[in-house]
């Protein structure tokens, strides 16, 4: 089938346009991938609840790396835009910790930098995660995804999405200082 595209101002088309500008997502599996992720997880975890933690880019790379070894069990998926990684989401499947026979997908983290959040852009962004997270825990016979917030960052919308894909309210997080 024939397409026809319509060119823009500049002469360009399109279609050229959106292949540049639309998100593409893609599972991290090398070291290459390494510098792309710790930034995002450090500034992530920079305007999180936890920030006043010291960040370890140690402990992210060694997550990182141990996801690249198992993918059967452990995966990094990164959002990209314009060519720059701009989110990603680091989940597992595994049994429930005092069950058995049945599989669970756990998201450990999943974020969009804030610049991307803010933009039209940061809802497909969202979306391709989660549909990424979906695809992947139906590859490995996962039951179900349990999705664990507790970054205290746009809790209302982060919940608003939540539930208009389809995930369930089951309880909440509470924090207190020791």
Not at 13 to 31: G, H, I, Q, Y
Not at 41 to 58: M, V
């Amino acid at each position: 089938m024939l397409k026809i595209l319509q060119p823009t101002q500049q002469g360009e088309s399109v279609a050229a346009k959106n292949a540049n500008t639309e998100p593409s997502f893609r599972l991290a599996s090398t070291d290459s991938d390494l510098p792309a992720i710790v930034r995002l997880a450090q500034k992530a975890h920079k305007e999180s609840r936890f920030g006043y933690i010291p960040f370890n880019a140690d402990k992210v790379l060694k997550i990182a790396r141990a996801a690249f070894k198992d993918q059967k069990r452990h995966a990094v998926m990164i959002a990209e835009r314009c060519g720059q990684a701009v989110g990603f989401v680091y989940r597992s499947v595994g049994e429930y910790h005092i069950g058995s026979d049945v599989l669970l997908t756990t998201i450990h983290n999943m974020n969009g930098s804030r610049t991307i959040r803010s933009s039209l852009s940061g809802g497909k962004i969202a979306l391709g995660l989660f549909r990424g997270v979906k695809t992947w825990s139906k590859a490995r016979g996962a039951k179900e995804i349990l999705f664990h917030v507790t970054s205290d960052v746009n809790l209302a919308q982060t919940h608003k999405l939540a539930k208009r894909i389809g995930y369930k309210f089951v309880g909440g997080s509470y924090v207190k200082t020791a």
